[in-house]
């Protein structure tokens, strides 16, 4: 499968500075280990050799991203771009933070402030978006009220939404997804409309016919290929991606904060428990519903009486022995 493609980017690779990749002959590839973490983590950019010139891996402080420069030379634009590839962990992980969108903001706008980039970010994010919209459109009374008519940049930024209707791509987002949107995703979208970027999943590519699901109920959506329209002259986008690491934490997860701990003494990574039915009593739950569409209204209602009846029977049969001494004859309704 990697020979299909010239650029590979992986997150969540598990690796460590001695690891050894078993890679086709005519590949290359960078990697980032996340130095904070006991564990191995980080990811990596595969590459064909071809290529070795005109990629430029730009090393930064964020454990977050990785940035890449492409040549403008071999994507057929004016301009160099600049290629994020991006892994947020879920924000019930201990390795969750609060400013970690602003850590990946902050260094694309550094990047872009030192020359003109067009940029696209994709990776895991671990954000849930729904369908809200990641634009803003203008009051133009504001507009007037204010006179920035007169200044051709602000408009620019503005009214930079409507550079997607007039290059064919959809302005709203279509997604089957009945989630509700998680703090990370308000966090998404929120970079979107500061930066003008706009995420890709059901507007670009194959994506934009039909997405590739799994796990419907949780929407998680995962495109394998993307590829750019050179026709289209949109200068950012931002592509979200939700690998399928993580399914059964994020279905069965409860983030109980008594039960799980993140001060322990161990990788908390073994604490196993959110991903099991069995946590948070999901099983009882569904044991219950089992159990009422076997029994029925009826059924249940025949087999409390019958419990009820069984207990006065005890009582009486509590009451022929002296040896025993009845606490409560009849529990008050």
Known sequence: MIKNYDICLFT???LSDIDILNIPDDYMYYSKIRKKCKRKS?????YRNKLKGYLNFINTDCEFVQWVKISKLIINQKTDSLLGCVYIPPS???YSTSESFDEVENEMLNIKNIESLNCIIFGDFNAKTGSL???IIPDENLVDIFEFNSDEDILSYMFDYENLPRNSVPLHRV????CAPNNYGHKLLNVCKRNNMYIANSRVGNDRVKNKKWRKEKCSEFLDNVKSDHDCQLEQILLELDNLEGVLLDVNQTGATYLYHKDKHYDTGFDTGDKSIQCGRHNDVFKLWLM???KGDAGFKDQIDLFFTLSKYLVGEIKKRPRFQLVLEEVRQ
């Open 12 to 14: 969540e690779t598990k």
């Open 42 to 46: 980080g990811g990596i950019v595969m």
């Open 92 to 94: 019930n992980s201990k």
């Open 133 to 135: 919209p990641d634009y």
């Open 175 to 178: 997604t089957s997804c009945n």
């Open 292 to 294: 009422w569409r076997s």
